[in-house]
């Protein structure tokens, strides 16, 4: 069974860190492309990173540029969403989906989706 399992949400300050984890089941990150995406109240769910072993890193929001890294622990079939220097306007619900082979910015490209994780930055 395919699954996607979001954590590491939470309540930061502003300047602060977090690192989100998207555990993988029921299939290899060897042949999907792994993305994360946001969305915050009252916005439409935004692209952030992507990676894939078949066209590596991919970063489609300017906006956490610097500040966001996405990297992958294939033993553990793990996506991590690492998010330093953390700003209010980063407040959203996170999540992690799944395509095929290669990355996307288009969301109608993923399949599978996890539930998402809360972050919300305020001091």
């Known amino acids: 069974q395919v699954q996607l399992v979001e954590s590491g949400g939470g309540l930061v300050q502003p300047g602060g860190s977090l690192r989100l984890s998207c555990a993988a089941s029921?299939?290899?990150?060897?042949?999907?492309?792994i993305g994360w995406f946001r969305q915050a109240p009252g916005k439409e769910r935004e692209a952030l990173l992507c990676i894939s072993n078949y066209d590596g890193n991919k970063n489609y929001a300017d906006s956490v540029k610097g500040r966001f890294t996405i990297s992958r622990d294939k033993g553990n079939n793990t996506v991590y969403l690492q998010m330093n220097n953390l700003k209010p306007e980063d407040t959203a619900v996170y999540s992690c989906?799944?395509?095929?082979?290669?990355?996307?910015?288009?969301?109608?490209?993923?399949?599978?989706w996890g539930q998402g994780t809360q972050v919300i930055v305020s001091s």
């Open positions: 029921g299939f290899s990150l060897d042949y999907y492309a």
């Open positions: 989906a799944r395509t095929y082979y290669y990355c996307s910015a288009y969301i109608q490209t993923f399949s599978y």
